[in-house]
């Protein structure tokens, strides 16, 4: 498919879905007072330069990335000379980041998985280059999960089916179905973060069997039958409900579950799709505190019942041990400073 019409497909289909929201918002959970204006304006955005959705992976209305997709040419030339200096000079928090990231790939004995999975250009990220790898922050987190699933996972028959929740535009989908080719994938998050991922996908599997909004929205419910049919399912967020009981066999979130409103939180965990999933494979934080007034606890890792399943794998997250801080000039970063960051768990298990 040629990338014009790919992009109109993925707006079109993004449009579908915030008009279904409009027409339909009283049943639904709240996605926030400006939700549909913000995607309207998104949406508006992309029709009017088709570049944004074409580079993705340099805009910040999507997920962002280190090194940041947006920098300015400024910002990116300092990037640029920092990236050539000596590594015991190299201040930038940037190469910090991917500097600290690589090790970590090294020390958990990913290195081959990261040599399986070179990143592609699609979405035309900013990388930092290192042993002849295009590399970013988002990519090496990705590819330690990867490794963790392949080494702990790559053997069991009973995974056919895996729901991804606030996947972004689709990296760990990608890499999962890359490797392991007949397994069938659900994504779901807010709709413009699924129009990236739809313009992602497509790119990289042209001959996948991709859902479009058409073929769910009149549909009463969503089960296993239907999410066999295809390569990959895009679900909106509000549309949990619909899907029903096992048409999941793992359940994965990683980095978002404890980010959002504890509304949304409890609503993923209250789900068919939760419930009935066998395995969950996650990876957040261990505790947020209250993003407003109107929550009077922190989420948690005490908040997600991990005592339902048989552990396989549980372990710090080890790539996010440090956080650095940049230091600007002029609101130019410089250099950096190196402090903890908040500290994430893994977690892999089985009912």
Not at 48 to 53: A, F, M, Q
Not at 234 to 239: E, G, K, Q, T, Y
Request: proline share 4%.
């Amino acid at each position: 498919m040629k990338t014009t019409l790919l992009v109109d497909e993925c707006i079109n289909d993004l449009n579908n879905q915030i008009d279904y929201f409009e027409k339909n918002k009283s049943e639904f959970l709240s996605l926030g007072e400006t939700w549909s204006k913000r995607a309207y304006k998104i949406s508006n955005q992309i029709r009017n330069d088709k570049s944004i959705l074409i580079n993705f992976k340099k805009s910040n209305i999507f997920n962002s990335d280190i090194p940041a997709g947006n920098m300015g040419k400024f910002k990116k030339f300092i990037f640029d000379i920092f990236s050539v200096l000596p590594t015991f000079i190299k201040f930038h928090p940037y190469i910090n980041f991917i500097e600290d990231g690589f090790k970590v790939i090294k020390e958990e004995n990913a290195i081959e998985t990261l040599e399986r999975n070179i990143m592609s250009s699609i979405g035309n990220p900013i990388c930092y280059k290192k042993k002849g790898y295009n590399l970013t922050y988002r990519w090496l987190r990705h590819i330690l999960l990867l490794s963790y699933f392949e080494k702990k996972l790559s053997k069991v028959e009973d995974i056919d089916i895996v729901a991804d929740i606030g996947t972004g535009y689709g990296t760990f989908p990608m890499l999962l179905k890359k490797n392991f080719k007949s397994k069938k994938f659900i994504l779901i998050d807010f709709p413009e973060q699924l129009c990236a991922a739809k313009y992602y996908i497509k790119s990289e599997f042209p001959d996948a069997k991709i859902t479009s909004f058409e073929d769910i929205k009149d549909l009463e419910f969503l089960n296993r039958d239907f999410f066999k049919k295809y390569d990959f399912s895009f679900v909106p967020c509000f549309l949990i409900d619909k899907i029903q009981e096992s048409s999941a066999d793992m359940f994965c979130n990683f980095a978002s579950l404890n980010e959002m409103p504890r509304a949304w939180f409890n609503k993923y965990l209250q789900s068919k799709l939760f419930k009935s999933s066998r395995y969950l494979y996650t990876m957040n934080r261990f505790t947020r505190m209250p993003m407003d007034k109107n929550e009077k606890e922190p989420i948690s890792i005490l908040d997600i019942p991990l005592r339902d399943y048989k552990k396989i794998f549980f372990d710090i997250f080890k790539l996010y041990k440090w956080n650095y801080i940049p230091v600007k000039i002029l609101n130019y970063p410089i250099y950096s400073k190196k402090v903890w960051f908040d500290p994430h768990y893994v977690f892999l298990g089985k009912k």
